[in-house]
Structure formats: structure tokens, C-alpha cells
């Protein structure tokens, strides 16, 4: 009896099976991984974050839950908006 081969590591996109071919599933899959894993919290710093759901983070460490990007919670584009509405708010007040 010939042994079996192993198999490729698919990870989170082995649902797909094979299915709409490789480079999706592989994207798919990185993205994925970016999303479910740990990521840095903006207040405590700690590598605690989780998503709780559609761009919603909370940190398990200092209980902050924040709203950023839908797969990675990089709020730095988000903060530079911020700023500079506050800026044009304080012009337009003047």
C-alpha cells in the first residue's frame, strides 16, 4: 500500500476546497491570519487586542474597545483624520 503524501497546510481557507483557485485562497487565507491573531493595543501598548466583530477591537488586557479597519485595527489613518477635522474645525470657528 503506497504511503500518502502529506498534504498542504491550507489553514482557514480549506473550507473552499478547490474552489475558486489558488491565489484567492491564499489571499484569503493571509488576510485571515492577520485578522484572528493578536494585535498591539493603543493605550496599554500590550499585544492583547482581539476583533469582536466588523471593525470592532477590544484589548483583553485594559478592557478598551475601539472601532478601526474591518481586518486590521491600524487606527493611525483614522487618528490623522481626526486631527486634521479638528484643525478645520478651529479655522473655520476663528
Given amino acids: 500500500m503506497p504511503k500518502k503524501e502529506p ?3 491550507v489553514g482557514s481557507a ?18 485571515e491570519d492577520r485578522e ?27 478592557k478598551t474597545k475601539f472601532a478601526a479597519k474591518a481586518y486590521t485595527p491600524n487606527i493611525a489613518p483614522i487618528e490623522k483624520e481626526i486631527s486634521q477635522t479638528a484643525e478645520e474645525s478651529k479655522t473655520e470657528k476663528t
Fill in 14 to 31: 480549506g473550507r473552499l476546497g478547490s474552489r475558486y483557485g489558488t491565489r484567492v485562497r491564499a489571499r484569503v487565507r493571509a488576510v
Fill in 7 to 9: 498534504r498542504k497546510k
Fill in 36 to 62: 484572528k491573531g493578536y494585535h498591539r493595543c493603543p493605550e496599554c501598548r500590550s499585544e492583547s487586542v482581539k476583533r469582536v466583530g466588523s471593525g470592532i477591537w477590544k484589548c483583553q488586557r485594559c
